[in-house]
């Protein structure tokens, strides 16, 4: 396995790459969820997977967690070596924006909603380092994990609509045995905190086991966990974010701070004939 931080060097490593080449963009602080994604990109065909490492100033606001983010590059790598990775690019700052960033990419109304109501500018910062990675990686298969559900649906649309002929692969969520997702920023979580955080898995599998009003149910564990979970929103949508539920498929989405920790969750809810749209409203804090 190769590990480079500059330009040059990357470009001499992914030359020396035969075959089908996927990238798995990462910030980092890896965990079981990032190593699937590796594992989800050598089964969809990979023959050398490479993996980028940057935590991307330009998805954060200010006063979020841009300089505290967890960072460990030496246990990254390690973990990368032992799945069989073939190279990683883990740039500075300086090498991915070495001038003042003068042209980003827009993404679209998707960009609006659920997390980027929350987070102004956050998918403008997502989509433009990403293209940025593709254009550096030219790889023919990128991994996005289901854990962050908008983002990857933002990543099909950006390479459909600006035509990078890149397949895009959505990896399931990793979840530790109670149910909690794995997530870089759990490791802010203390013991109680982490407790509460469960919350969040847990409103999610209440709201997919109620195939009537799964708003209704998932709300309800919410509100029972009290003051100590701080909902941003609950949204139920259809599966691509793009329009009212219609059909029996569906997405559920959470956001909700616990001490100074914000989480994201979300799950697949099947829908039965009995459902309407207005069974509950939707759920806001
Ligand atoms: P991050 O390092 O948080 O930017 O995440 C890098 C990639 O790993 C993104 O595609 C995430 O969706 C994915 N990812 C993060 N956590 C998980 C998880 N628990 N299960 C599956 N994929 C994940």
Redesign the pocket.
Known sequence: MTVVTDRASLATARAALTGTVAL??????L?E??L??VRSAKAAGADHVIVSIFVNPLQFAPGEDFETYPRDLDADVTALRSEGVSLVFAPTREVMYSHRVRVTVSPGPVAGILEGASRPGFFDGVLTVVTKLFHLTTPDIA??????YQ??TLIRQLVTDLDFGIDIVG?????DADGL????RNAYLSTPQRELALTLSRALHAGAADTVDPLGAASTVISDAGDAVELDYLELTSPDLGEPVAGDQARLLVAATVGSTRLIDNIAVTLSPEFTAHSSPRVHS
């Open positions: 798995v963009p990462t910030m980092g602080a965990h969820g990032h699937s994604l991994v996005f994990g289901e854990k962050d983002q990857l990896a399931p969520t990793v979840r997702a794995k997530s870089s």
